[in-house]
């Protein structure tokens, strides 16, 4: 069939924008972009690491009457930068060392910015199949980096609460409901995950973690052979790859090992940590990860791409796709037929973007040894604050070493509330952000280094600044 052709100076009369604006005025704007994005990569450091505003005055310089008529795009992109988007924890700041870091790099930040342009989804292969292309590229690139067998299945989601989600919902889809073993380093938001899913309250078990705070095995095991004694079906173990808080990778093969003797799955958090098998060092302390039914990992935080983008990956062929395939009628034009990938089908998210291109690109434009390196940084320097710290005996007390870009700390004699007040205030000062933690009931601080950007100056610095009395 002949189709007629499309002038491209002319196409059919249609304007360039839905909505009208002269192509001209799209060029400039979107290089202005360009020029502040620029620009703000260049001054990151020297800007606060964390600003928080006040909600009645970000309100006032932000809203205002609904506008009927246009305003000035120049003026309001200037707002926006100033305001809104200087308010905000910069998780790319080298000194912001509190919760997990999110160093995007620029090449992630183009990929992002074409599927946005692009207007790019990625839900069926009939209405994306080069997305849909990137993103079954871009797993299995990943799967080859984090040493995952082959055969393994993902995809892409917001984050590590939804990544973890798929995985549950995967496990419960392929052996039934049972009981969930969790440790008290879990990330808070697994069994939130699990309840909402539906697991009744007393099929989340919250076990106590060891001395290390990793998952003790003998509570494992005591917890599993209970729940069989009393009749329940034990279905999973949610073990960690590192923990927020500390760091700290659950025993791995010893879990996997548990799991292949009851029949049950074995799901992985490696949110932040899981990356950190990229690297020689980080697989030795992951030991085990390969063994994983499931695991969860947020690119947006070790893989330096910007927010949002979280990984499921599934080592059971197929598993995602018997618990998420569906095909309604009105769907039938556009789904695969012959062997391609619909990731509508291996999540609850249908309409979806594609958060593939970004890591496509920049996997291609950095190389993967580039990524090792920077991983390995974000692991050399936490040890560089631990060995710091090491040398105020007097004022400072280790309580979980240097793992995978993670370290806690105590000041010594230290006062209810007292590291809480000093992270506050080097956090407000705008040099540095912080954060303090509890483990079992005790107060620390901690540090996450996992930024390549940052320098062994702004690690000594942060630490000095945390000695000074108030």
């Not at 006040?54 to 009457?65: E, S, Y």
């Not at 790319?92 to 910015?113: K, M, N, Q, T």
């Not at 393994?152 to 409901?177: K, P, Q, Y």
């Not at 620390?444 to 000095?464: E, K």
């Amino acid at each position: 069939m002949n189709y007629p052709s499309i002038d491209v100076d002319d196409p059919f009369g249609y304007a360039a924008d839905t909505l009208g604006m002269d192509p001209e005025e799209m060029r400039r704007l979107g290089h202005k972009i360009v020029d502040m994005v620029v620009d703000r990569q260049l001054r990151k450091a020297s800007e606060h690491a964390i600003l928080t505003g006040d909600p009645a005055d970000l309100m006032a310089r932000l809203g205002g009457a609904l506008p009927e008529d246009p305003m000035d795009p120049d003026a309001s992109l200037e707002l926006m930068a100033a305001v809104a988007l200087s308010h905000q924890q910069h998780g790319d700041h080298p000194r912001y060392f509190a919760r997990v870091p999110g160093p995007c790099s620029f090449a992630a930040i183009l990929g992002e910015w074409m599927g946005t342009g692009f207007n790019t989804i990625s839900s069926s292969w009939g209405g994306g199949s080069g997305p849909a292309t990137v993103e079954i590229v871009v797993i299995e690139w990943m799967r080859q980096m984090l040493g995952l067998p082959e055969g393994t299945e993902g995809v892409l989601v917001s984050g590590g609460s939804i990544g973890n989600l798929t995985g549950f919902a995967a496990a419960r889809s392929e052996l039934g409901h049972g009981v969930a073993y969790c440790c008290d380093q879990t990330h808070s938001s697994l069994p939130r995950d699990l309840r909402e899913m539906g697991c009744p309250e007393g099929h989340v078990r919250i076990l106590e973690s060891d001395d290390t705070y990793r998952m003790s095995m003998s509570r494992l095991k005591a917890a599993i052979a209970e729940d069989k004694a009393a009749g329940r079906r034990p279905l999973l173990v949610v073990a960690t790859a590192g923990s927020t808080n500390t760091g700290a990778c659950d025993p791995l093969n010893e879990i996997a090992d548990v799991c292949d003797a009851e029949n049950m799955w074995l799901h992985v958090d490696g949110a932040y940590g899981g990356p950190a098998a990229i690297t020689e060092e980080g697989r030795k302390t992951l030991a085990g990860l390969h063994r994983a039914d499931s695991l969860t990992l947020d690119p947006h935080k070790w893989f330096f791409q910007p927010y949002d983008v979280g990984a499921c990956f599934v080592t059971r062929p197929g598993a995602l796709e018997r618990c998420y395939a569906m095909s309604p009628e009105y769907l039938k034009d556009v789904q695969a037929t012959t062997g391609a990938v619909n990731f509508g089908n291996r999540s609850l998210e249908l309409t979806r973007r594609s958060r593939a291109l970004k890591i496509w690109m920049s996997i291609r434009t950095y190389g993967a040894r580039k990524f090792r390196e920077a991983v390995q940084q974000g692991i050399d320097n936490a040890k560089i604050a631990e060995a710091h710290l090491r040398e105020r005996p007097d004022m400072w007390e280790i309580v979980t070493p240097a793992q995978i870009g993670v370290v806690c700390f105590s000041l010594r004699d230290c006062e209810l509330g007292e590291h809480a007040a000093r992270s506050k205030l080097v956090s407000d000062s705008g040099f540095a952000c912080v954060s303090s933690t509890s483990l079992k009931g005790r107060s620390v601080l901690r540090l996450c280094t996992i930024n390549p950007l940052t320098t062994r100056d702004d690690i000594i610095q942060t630490i000095d600044m945390l000695a000074r009395p108030q």
